[in-house]
């Protein structure tokens, strides 16, 4: 079945730090990728998606590109700020409608100033 | 545009009692919902989603169940609520232009004493 595999955290970086978290999927067919965060106390927001071979998302200075040769969807920020604190979730979907996504573990990831 | 309302935000329960949470969604028809619950410091657990009024999958085995009375209401119940009822939970919705993508409401803190 679909799968998502994220790196544990958490992540502590200093202001204005390069951010990767590692995101990789198994899936049958060709799925739909997205990268939701959740702040403290709050439900998950939509942060950037992509539905197709190398189509790259991008929000709020985040980037991700959806790579098949690789089957991963890796999140980048290049300088991460005290409100990036959060926890980051990676997923996926199949191209169907009403196929719940899945989801990875999260990522913790708080920044100090 | 669309809403996603969860009611009550927070909630304290004595074991052994029972449980009701509302999810509606506003601005659009024949949404797909989705009840997920996260526990402390981890991540989502996918309990319940509908495709249609009446039609509840089940993805866990446990003393929760879910009813979609109408087409934009999801409720959550419990007859009898454990100590491992504890949690954050997420109700989620997917339709209208993007079905692919979910959008998820502010969530109910639930503790069980």
């Known amino acids: 079945g679909n799968s998502v595999t994220q790196m544990e955290g958490p992540v502590t970086l200093s202001e204005e730090a390069f951010l990767t978290i590692n995101c990789t999927y198994t899936?049958?067919?060709?799925?739909?990728l997205f990268w939701y965060v959740q702040y403290p106390g709050e439900g998950l927001q939509l942060l950037l998606k992509?539905?197709?071979?190398?189509d790259k998302g991008s929000n709020k200075g985040f980037e991700a590109t959806y790579r098949k040769e690789t089957t991963s969807f890796h999140l980048e920020k290049g300088s991460v700020q005290v409100s990036d604190s959060a926890v980051y979730f990676c997923?996926?979907?199949?191209?169907?409608?009403?196929?719940?996504?899945?989801f990875g573990k999260g990522t913790r990831l708080s920044v100090i100033a | 545009s669309q809403t996603i309302h969860q009611w009550p935000a927070t909630l304290v329960q004595p074991v052994g009692s029972p449980l009701s949470l509302e999810c509606t969604v506003e601005?659009?028809?024949?949404?797909?919902l989705y009840w997920y619950r996260q526990a402390a410091g981890r991540g989502l657990q996918l309990l319940f989603y509908?495709?249609?009024?009446?039609?509840i999958s089940s993805e866990v085995p446990q003393n929760l169940s879910a009813s979609r009375p109408q087409d934009r209401q999801f409720i959550l119940s419990s007859k009898k609520l454990l100590l491992s009822d504890s949690g954050f939970y997420l109700c989620?919705?997917?339709?209208?232009?993007?079905?692919?993508?979910?959008?998820f409401g502010p969530g109910t803190r639930l503790t069980v004493l």
């Open positions: 989620a919705w997917t339709g209208g232009r993007s079905t692919d993508t979910q959008y």
């Open positions: 899936a049958t067919g060709y799925p739909s």
């Open positions: 992509a539905t197709k071979a190398d």
């Open positions: 997923a996926l979907t199949s191209n169907s409608g009403n196929t719940p996504l899945v």
């Open positions: 601005g659009t028809s024949n949404p797909n």
């Open positions: 509908s495709v249609g009024i009446g039609q």
